[in-house]
């Protein structure tokens, strides 16, 4: 897999210059300031019609009241203020309407609910702009610091490529932890078992080779029988992997997968997947039957489990044999180090 | 310093289409300007129109011609008002028409001020490296 092939590395800094980036900055700081501008009208606006309210309210507690009336700019001279409750409201575009003090502040109160409503708005007009410059002073720095950018064709229409070059860190979390969590631990129990069993084997054909007992010659006979009747499962399994294998490529693909931490758990190959193993199971489950029959009681146990555990080993082997090519492509680059070896490069 | 006339020729149309494109970025904003307007003026006639439609049949409406406050029929005020928002919505559609051909143009203009940028950069740089 040629990852220099694949990705292009562009610096940052070639794609926007430091300086452009703080022009962009800097506009957009103008445009946030206009923006402040504006929301402080606003703000001053609505300060001013809640006062204007507040005085509406209270103007025609009094028949009348006494004033100081500006007369032009520049003097004021005494009055009274009478018709408290008749005001003169300007709607907007030079339309009037005579009010009641009550009618006035309702209209008032509409038009500080249109202001708020703009102030709002322009809120989060300015929260986008904040947001905008800061994004372009983040790229400013980066492109200042030399930051580049790498770009990789993904590669959907073959997975096994990709699997093998080791781009399945993103796996889907919840099958890559079924495999993580299932599969080896299987696979290591299943060693230990075969590891015993061999063990216990040996030293029944040493105690039956040196006490020559007819008991325990049968007993021998009998494991021998036990053994000859798993390995004779094992092949049935693996003829019946093969015969699966057979039946349809995924399930090939499926199977070095599921062994390799790898998940790509699509419904049918899961299923095909299971049915082998069902299958191996009903037939691991007619040896064990058989050898439970012959076997000593202590012995039962093992040759349980190892008939189970049978199809795990089978898999190994035809995997192994079957698709030595992808056992041996998945192991030199690992999941990590395409991308440590990218970032080494910058 | 004596330019050559191919030099001379290619800043004469270089500045031409600068121009051009400064005129057009003018316009554009000349038209953000009185959009701008145009959307506050609807914003107010809208908030009139609501206004009117809360007074009673009978309230006393006026508008303000000049100096003096015109007394109005409220029936009328209304159609006034409504006449005055379908006049204002149109002309910003307008606008908005106007502003994407004015952007189309920029775009064709600046392109081809880069157009002839390139060729003019050239010949200074040939004249510069001499």
């Known amino acids: 897999m040629g990852d220099s092939a694949k990705g292009t590395i562009t610096s940052l800094d070639s794609l926007f210059s430091p300086e452009e980036a703080q022009k962009a900055v800097r506009r957009v700081e103008d445009a946030i300031a206009d923006r402040r501008k504006e929301l402080d009208r606003l703000r001053g606006f609505l300060s001013d019609n809640s006062a204007l309210i507040h005085l509406v309210r209270k103007l025609p507690d009094e028949l009348s009241h006494d004033i100081m009336v500006p007369f032009g700019s520049a003097a004021f001279f005494p009055g009274r203020l009478i018709h408290t409750n008749e005001f003169l409201v300007l709607l907007g575009e030079g339309y009037y309407a005579d009010r009641t003090a009550k009618q006035t502040i309702e209209i008032l109160q509409r038009r500080g609910k249109a202001l708020e409503a703009q102030v709002d708005s322009l809120k989060v007009t300015m929260l986008d702009l904040e947001l905008e410059s800061k994004f372009f002073n983040s790229t400013a720095a980066e492109a200042a610091e030399g930051l580049v950018e790498i770009r990789e064709e993904y590669m959907e229409d073959t997975p096994k490529d990709v699997f093998e070059s080791g781009i399945s860190v993103p796996n889907p979390p919840d099958s890559s932890k079924e495999d993580n969590s299932g599969k080896p631990d299987e696979d290591e129990v299943h060693a230990r078992i075969m590891a015993k069993l061999d063990e216990l084997e040996k030293e029944e054909i040493e105690d039956g080779s040196a006490s020559g007992s007819d008991e325990d010659a049968e007993d021998s006979f009998q494991s021998n029988v036990d053994d000859g009747k798993n390995e004779a499962s094992e092949i049935a399994d693996l003829s019946m992997q093969f015969s699966v294998k057979a039946a349809s490529f995924l399930s090939d693909k499926e199977q070095p997968h599921s062994i390799q931490k790898s998940p790509l758990p699509p419904e049918p190959k899961e299923n095909l997947h299971q049915a082998s193993v069902l299958k191996l199971e009903d037939s691991s489950e007619n040896s064990a039957r058989q050898t439970s029959k012959v076997g000593s009681s202590s012995r039962r146990a093992f040759t349980g489990s190892i008939v189970e555990h049978s199809h795990g080993l089978a898999s190994i082997q035809s995997t192994k044999s079957t698709t030595p090519d992808q056992a041996s492509g998945s192991n030199p680059s690992k999941p990590v180090s395409r991308f440590k070896m990218q970032k080494g490069i910058r | ?130």
């Open chain 2, 1 to 130: 310093m004596a330019s050559s006339p191919a030099l001379r020729e290619v800043q004469r149309d270089l500045e031409t289409q600068a121009n051009a494109l400064s005129k057009l970025q003018k316009d554009i904003a000349k038209n953000h300007q009185v959009r701008k307007q145009y959307t506050i003026q609807l914003g107010e006639n809208e908030l009139v129109l609501k206004e009117l439609e809360l007074l009673n049949e009978n309230a006393n409406v006026y508008k303000l011609i000049g100096p003096v406050l015109v007394k109005q029929d409220l029936a009328e005020a209304n159609a006034n008002v409504r006449k005055r928002i379908e006049y204002i919505s149109a002309e910003l559609k307008r606008l908005e028409g106007t502003l994407q051909d004015l952007e189309d143009k920029q775009n064709s203009k600046r392109d081809s001020v880069c157009t002839y940028l390139s060729p003019f950069l050239a010949l200074v740089a040939s004249r510069f490296v001499i």
